[in-house]
């Protein structure tokens, strides 16, 4: 067993950056993830870690030279958040079309306008399409043990993929919590060396990258791109097997609470998850069958999987904490997705009710209390209440 | 043309100067012809060429390669030539 | 032992830029390439930004560049090969490269002195030992002749069309050559394909230089420009006669003119044979051409004080 710490999720991810001990961080503060690059700035100052620190004048060229010392031949990190994320759109797609194992913390925060620094998954949604993996995490434990198995996952050999580790901005980038760490041998033995694919500074065998490719080509290397993502849910799997064996912690695709006896459940992600977890147990207390699904593995998203896990419910609340305005919130639309292909599920429902709740906003607040609420509607849908609102906000004042 | 289980990942091009396929002579409407008495060697035609079609052996000018010659005329616009008379000429394709 | 800057030694010298390359016929980019490579006696990196040279030189799995080449996107050429630059730096503290190879990075104008300046001034400051090297053909050229910041005063592009009302573009170009300087670098100079020995000394030396340097390269274009296929060097030989584009280099804060027109021509010479400065020559805009070459006036003669100081 590793050493015990209380670190706030910010500490805890830096520290896991410091074992991978990569050729290469480009960093850009912006809060709330400013911690984590500042942290690892002093590593490098301290020599605790071999790393070139590349001090980018923006996210944008932060995202530009990660992908220009990935390419080069190396591990690379950097970390951001949203409107860093934001900036970095178009660099994030290049990044991943080009196969660049680059790793990146993500600490999730609203989207401006209006201005706010506080958690909510707009960024990390709205990078749901540029070929990143996406793994997210409830704590600062989580965010750690995912950060430790992103190296491993992104630089396999059958994937070659940069990945997102998020985490929610300030409710656990900022609260200190007590972690385990893994030592930084177990670290270094568990992620290995950096294997090369193709590196731009193998001057013997000079190499192009980043052609242009039109109509005739360039829909096969998307499809191709798509083959890859495909590969990712077993790597992931096996991935959290060996972890499973190095730490003792489990990691899946998603995370199942209660859910496999349940009527009623609720799909959230992140650090709401925690809250809700207890909602559940009360509401189990009360003779209630209400269960949750904590997803982890947002992209690739796991269909199938989830769509096993929730099709025996009665009624399902998918919780945002993100907005698609005029639209659904981003996690429904893959829940609904999932949920649509299920052809019947032996309990003579053919599919589960689905309502969709957009919740803590801009950091707005998550209580028990939102969750209670959400639950109690679920219980009286599942006895046959009808659906009143598909889509709906909770914790706004009406 | 390849299918996607036959590409690279990453769009990679792994053989360098492999542009060395595409033949840009067919783009030509004129044609530089060489006389080899008007020429002094200075070897301008070959730097200025954008097209890397002067054909230069031993540090000599030898004549151009038509498979890549554009017909853009620098060659023969920049030659000195011997006494005034140009050691290149541009002439139409085809005459 | 470094290669004689002599033609007939430098034609025995392998191209890493080759052809079959799709820039159109007479462009004068590729041989400011050429000319660059050629100069460079090292292994060599590059970066490109996307635009003419980068769309033309690398399609599908035909790539023209015999050394390691990267292309990412329109604006980030400097910090793209800074990523590469500092991997480089990385892995050579631990022995796994070898000592001294070096790295350029080449973009258009409008990747270098618009899109790309924030990325450039930012490698530059922070250090990176590399060679950034502008390929000014003064406008968007790629996307079809659009104003840049770097084109000149009373041009007609199709985004400032000289019309009945507005005369083509109305302001000078940006001094980015200077601006560069500017940053404290230990080298930044302007060079022309028509002075070879110059340009080709200019990136000898910069690259004997540790740090950040940066190169402004005149690069005519005919499609843009609206000349002949033939004159690309002629024009570049031209800008210099004419003080349009003055040769010099800023190497620690020193400013030095490397080569002066024996006899300063009219700038009307340089934009008699385009096209996009057509209008300047109809009836009715004389101010205008008369301000081009009060521009350039002023512009030599601030250049003359600076390289007397020194």
């Known amino acids: ?398 | 043309m390849k299918k996607w289980k036959e590409l690279v990942p990453g769009a990679v091009v792994l053989e360098a100067g492999s542009s060395e396929k595409f033949k840009t002579g067919s783009w030509r409407s004129f044609r530089p012809r060489w006389i080899e008495e008007n020429c002094i060697q200075c070897l301008f035609c070959w730097l200025y060429c954008p097209d890397m079609a002067v054909k230069v052996v031993e540090g000599k000018m030898t004549g151009f390669d038509y498979d890549f010659c554009k017909g853009c005329g620098v060659c023969a616009r920049e030659c000195p030539g011997k006494k005034g008379q140009k050691a290149i000429v541009m002439e139409p394709e085809g005459k | 032992m470094a290669t004689e800057l002599k033609l007939k030694e430098l034609s025995k010298k392998p191209d890493i830029f080759c052809h079959g390359h799709r820039m159109c016929s007479g462009c004068g980019a590729p041989t400011v390439v050429k000319m660059v490579l050629l100069a460079t006696e090292y292994p060599v990196v590059i970066s490109n930004a996307t635009g003419c040279l980068e769309v033309s030189s690398c399609i599908q799995d035909l790539t023209a560049w015999k050394t390691p080449w990267i292309h990412s996107a329109f604006e980030n050429a400097a910090a793209t090969i800074a990523g590469v630059e500092t991997m480089y730096k990385s892995l050579l503290k631990r022995g796994k490269m070898p000592e001294n190879v070096k790295f350029i990075a080449f973009g258009g104008d409008g990747g270098t002195y618009d899109i790309g300046f924030q990325s450039l001034s930012g490698a530059m400051e922070r250090w990176h030992d590399m060679l950034y090297i502008c390929y000014d053909n003064g406008a968007y050229m790629n996307t079809g002749i659009q104003r840049s910041s770097a084109t000149p005063l009373g041009a007609d592009t199709t985004t400032s069309p000289a019309g009945s009302a507005i005369p083509g573009k109305l302001q000078p170009r940006k001094d980015l050559t200077k601006i560069m300087a500017a940053h404290g670098i230990p080298y930044a100079a302007q060079a022309s394909p028509s002075h070879w020995m110059d340009l080709m000394k200019k990136v000898r030396k910069a690259h004997e230089i540790k740090g950040p340097k940066f190169m402004n390269i005149i690069a005519p274009c005919n499609r843009g420009w609206r000349s002949q296929t033939d004159d690309s060097i002629l024009l570049s030989r031209l800008a210099v006669e004419t003080c349009y584009w003055p040769l010099y280099e800023v190497e620690d804060g020193k400013l030095k003119i490397t080569s002066k027109p024996k006899e300063k021509k009219p700038v009307a010479e340089f934009m008699k044979p385009q096209g996009r400065f057509k209008h300047l020559f109809a009836p009715g805009n004389e101010a205008l051409l008369e301000r081009v070459q009060q521009e350039i006036d002023k512009n030599w003669e601030r250049l003359l004080k600076e390289d007397a100081a020194e």
């Not at chain 1, 080009?98 to 958690?119: D, F, K």
């Not at chain 1, 656990?172 to 950096?194: A, P």
């Not at chain 1, 991935?239 to 459940?265: N, P, Q």
Request: one cysteine or more; a negative charge; aromatic letters at 8%.
């Open chain 1, 1 to 398: 067993m590793g050493k015990i710490a209380a670190v706030t999720g910010n500490e805890a991810v830096a520290n896991a950056l410091r074992q991978a001990n990569p050729d290469v961080c480009s960093l850009y503060p912006i809060t709330p993830q400013t911690d984590i690059v500042q942290r690892f700035a002093s590593y490098v100052s301290n020599g605790q870690v071999d790393t070139e620190l590349i001090n980018a004048e923006s996210e944008h060229s932060s995202m530009s030279a990660a992908i220009g010392a990935s390419a080069a031949g190396g591990r690379v990190v950097t970390a951001t958040s949203s409107q860093g994320l934001a900036l970095m759109w178009e660099m994030l797609h290049i990044a991943s079309a080009t196969n660049l194992p680059i790793i990146m913390p993500l600490v999730n925060r609203a989207l401006s306008a209006p201005l706010n620094i506080h958690g909510d998954h707009s960024d990390g949604m709205g990078a749901r399409d540029t070929g990143w993996i996406q793994l997210w995490s409830e704590n600062a434990q989580e965010a750690y043990d995912n950060t430790v198995q992103a190296f491993r996952i992104g630089e396999h050999k059958d994937l070659r993929l940069p990945v997102m580790v998020c985490m929610d901005g300030f409710i656990i980038s900022h609260s200190i919590e007590r972690i385990e760490y893994l030592e930084d041998k177990q670290v270094k033995d568990f992620i290995g060396e950096f294997v090369n694919v193709n590196p731009l500074l193998d001057l013997e065998h000079p190499k192009s990258y980043g052609p242009l490719i039109l109509t005739d080509l360039y829909m096969e290397f998307k499809r191709l791109q798509h083959e890859i993502m495909g590969r990712v849910k077993k790597v992931v799997l096996d991935v959290a097997e060996d972890f499973y064996k190095l730490s003792g912690r489990r990691y899946g695709l998603f995370e199942s609470y209660r859910l496999e006896d349940a009527e009623i459940g609720m799909v959230v992600m992140n650090s709401a998850a925690g809250t809700s977890k207890d909602v559940v147990d009360a509401f189990r207390d009360k003779g209630i069958k209400a269960g949750l699904l904590k997803p982890r593995l947002f992209r690739p998203f796991p269909y199938t999987e989830i769509a096993d896990a929730l099709k025996h419910l009665k009624a399902v609340c998918v919780m945002d904490r993100a907005d698609s305005y005029g639209g659904y919130g981003p996690m429904f639309m893959e829940i609904s997705s999932a949920l649509y292909q299920v052809t019947g599920n032996g309990s003579g429902v053919a599919k589960p009710k689905l309502i969709n709740k957009i919740y803590g906003l801009g950091g707005r607040d998550y209580m028990p209390e939102q969750a209670e609420q959400v639950f109690t509607e679920l219980d009286a849908i599942a006895k046959g209440a009808p659906v009143k609102l598909v889509k709906d906000y909770i914790g706004v004042r009406e």
